[in-house]
């Protein structure tokens, strides 16, 4: 019978170092992939927050705003076009500032 015991043991746990390098296999086999994708999303998001981040464009436009103000002459020969489009704008705006206060207030 202690042979019987022993043969079932050793079948027993033949069977569990079987399963037990089997899972491992599979473990390290899943981290691996795992490991890949979470590569591939770290681009992907690298893209997304890099390319179509807004707050990435509105500095580099703001830079280019702020080296083309800096650019910016005032000629006597553009001084009148300057004047005009600046009325413009600034009629624009006291529109806009009105229709939103009248929405405001009704």
């Known amino acids: 019978m202690s042979s019987a015991k022993t043969n079932l043991r050793v079948l027993i746990s033949s069977g569990l170092l079987i399963a037990t390098i089997f899972l491992t296999v599979q473990i390290i ?14 681009e992907i998001n690298h893209v997304r927050y890099g390319l179509l981040n807004v707050d990435e464009w509105s500095e580099k436009i703001a830079w280019i705003l702020i080296k083309k103000i800096e ?19 600034m ?9 939103l206060m009248t929405e405001r207030t009704s």
């Open 29 to 42: 086999s899943l981290s691996k992939e795992n490991q890949l994708l979470k590569i591939d999303l770290s």
């Open 91 to 99: 009629y624009k705006l006291i529109d806009e500032v009105e229709e």
């Open 71 to 89: 650019e910016f002459e005032i000629t006597p020969e553009n001084r009148d076009q300057l004047q005009s489009s600046l009325a413009n704008v």
